[in-house]
Nanobody, 114 residues
Framework: QVQLVESGGGLVQAGGSLRLSCAAS????????VGWYRQAPGKQRELVAE???????NYADSVKGRFTISRDNAKNTVYLQMNSLKPEDTAVYYC????????WGQGTQVTVSS
């Protein structure tokens, strides 16, 4: 059974940084893709970053150059480094691991004040 536990959210000033972590209960090598999504109130959940088993990374246009996704296979953990944060980045962030089934973290709140 797969469990994903997120941490690292919080309140920051515009221009600040946060690093989100998502720790899995199983090896990351089992998954085809790992990513981060976010959802703001009244809006649809959107993909912000993902990395595939082949090493390809994809970012939403709104976060390119500011966010970086990485993984530590030894720790079964995926990270999202968020720099130069903007108020419009405010959302609940969810990690997502996928293969045949989809697994989601519990969500962590990121709030960016102006």
């Amino acid at each position: 059974q797969v469990q994903l536990v997120e941490s690292g959210g919080g309140l920051v000033q515009a221009g600040g940084s946060l690093r989100l972590s998502c720790a899995a209960s199983v090896s990351l090598s089992r998954f085809n893709a790992v990513g981060w999504y976010r959802q703001a109130p009244g809006k649809q959940r959107e993909l912000v970053a993902e990395t595939t088993r082949s090493g390809i990374t994809n970012y939403a246009d709104s976060v390119k150059g500011r966010f970086t996704i990485s993984r530590d296979n030894a720790k079964n953990t995926v990270y999202l480094q968020m720099n130069s944060l903007k108020p419009e980045d405010t959302a609940v962030y969810y990690c997502h691991f996928g293969l045949r089934a989809d697994y989601w973290g519990q969500g962590t709140q990121v709030t960016v004040s102006s």
